[in-house]
């Protein structure tokens, strides 16, 4: 996160997605205010990746620059302009996820659980729902 950081990306996240995803450990996230500036964020990353005798891996959405994908196998680096993070909301998608804010520290989701907005049902009393089963099938014999 931090060559993302040094080239001026806004909002980095990390989301945790050990034992939730099978594909990867996690994501990072990025916005760059344009597309010239989510294509030096993502050379930034590849420079210091390279610097480090790190492999690249796989990269897709540069030329276009609103969403580059950096799969490293283990992280997967999503650098968006700031109208298509908000089209595809990985936060959101991700939303029971943890995660760490650009400097590394834990921050809660910012969606609430599904859990969470559910409301309550009413409790259904046994002796109505069973008084209420009885009368329909009553009332189909008669």
Not at 60 to 70: K, P
Not at 109 to 115: F, L, Q, T
Not at 116 to 124: E, F, I, S
């Amino acid at each position: 996160m931090a060559a993302a950081a040094e080239k001026k990306a806004e909002h980095l996240l990390g989301i945790d997605l050990r034992g939730i995803a099978s594909f990867t450990d996690g994501f990072v996230i990025a916005t760059g205010a344009q597309r010239r500036q989510t294509q030096a964020i993502c050379d930034a990353i590849v420079e210091r990746l390279k610097a480090a005798g790190e492999p690249v891996g796989h990269l897709e959405g540069y030329d276009r620059g609103e969403w580059i994908l950096l799969d490293l196998s283990d992280v997967v680096v999503h650098v968006f302009t700031p109208e298509t993070r908000e089209f595809y909301a990985l936060e959101r998608l991700w939303g029971d996820a943890p995660r760490v804010d650009g400097d590394g520290r834990d921050i809660p989701s910012e969606i609430p659980r599904a859990a969470a907005r559910r409301r309550p049902r009413a409790a259904a009393t046994p002796g109505r729902a069973r008084s209420v089963g009885r009368s329909r099938a009553a009332s189909r014999k008669g």
